[in-house]
């Protein structure tokens, strides 16, 4: 079946410590994106990737990290740096036919300890 | 800047409508969109609306109206399983369709 797997679902990670978010998908989409979602706040935008080693910075990347090698994949690592890691992230994908919908993965819940 | 305002949550009876309000300022418009979200789950695309005017798919229709910068969810029949929470979405346009400026949610309640 075609989807977007994101793994760990549920992650722990003590502070000081990278973690990087796993996003595989095989919808043959160009375009991945990762969202961020805290309690009581919208989705926001940290990183995206229109195409293979490309990508741009969304609102909130400070503290965070992308790679795109690989059409299928985009990780992303939360790095030391970022602050306040605890929270729901989310990898999405890109349709471009029709309106132009976002396809989500299940999300990864970071919590620090 | 960017300002999505959505109620933070309603409740409403099986069977009965339910009306979700989404108010927007942001610096563009290239479209809006509704996603269903349940706890915990992701969010999964309901509508889209780019011109004015009601789009209606089933259950659920969305209404548009740009000049007002005010958009709504409506659900009908409800069920339980619509439990779940209602994000109001505007693309702003530029270099990335998939730019987009979130609401922070309705949570819908639905109850027996």
């Given at each position: ?113 | ?47 889209y609306n780019v011109l004015d005017g009601l789009e209606e798919k089933g ?54």
């Amino acid at each position: 079946d075609g989807g977007i797997t994101q793994s760990p679902k549920y992650l722990f990670r003590k502070e000081g410590q990278n973690v990087t978010l796993s996003c595989e998908q095989n919808l043959n989409h160009d375009a991945m994106y990762w969202y961020r979602q805290d309690p009581g706040q919208g989705l926001r935008l940290i990183y995206y990737s229109q195409i293979v080693n490309d990508f741009q910075k969304g609102d909130i990347a400070e503290g965070y990290s992308v790679s795109r090698e690989k059409k299928e994949s985009f990780p992303l690592t939360v790095t030391s740096a970022q602050k306040n890691p605890t929270a729901f992230y989310l990898c999405a994908t890109l349709l471009r036919l029709g309106p132009g919908e976002l396809f989500f993965g299940e999300g990864s819940r970071l919590t620090v300890l | 800047g960017q300002n999505i305002d959505q109620p933070t949550e309603m409740t409403a009876t099986e069977g009965a409508i339910v009306q979700i309000n989404c108010t927007y300022q942001t610096s563009g418009f290239n479209g809006l969109f509704w996603y269903q979200q349940h706890a915990g789950e992701a969010p999964t695309f309901l509508s889209y609306n780019v011109l004015d005017g009601l789009e209606e798919k089933g259950r659920f229709s969305s209404f548009l109206s740009r000049s007002k910068g005010y958009s709504y969810l409506l659900l009908k029949e409800l069920q339980m399983k619509d439990s779940a929470s209602y994000l109001c979405a505007v693309r702003e346009g530029g270099d990335s369709w998939g730019k987009l400026q979130f609401g922070a949610g309705t949570q819908v309640v639905v109850t027996p």
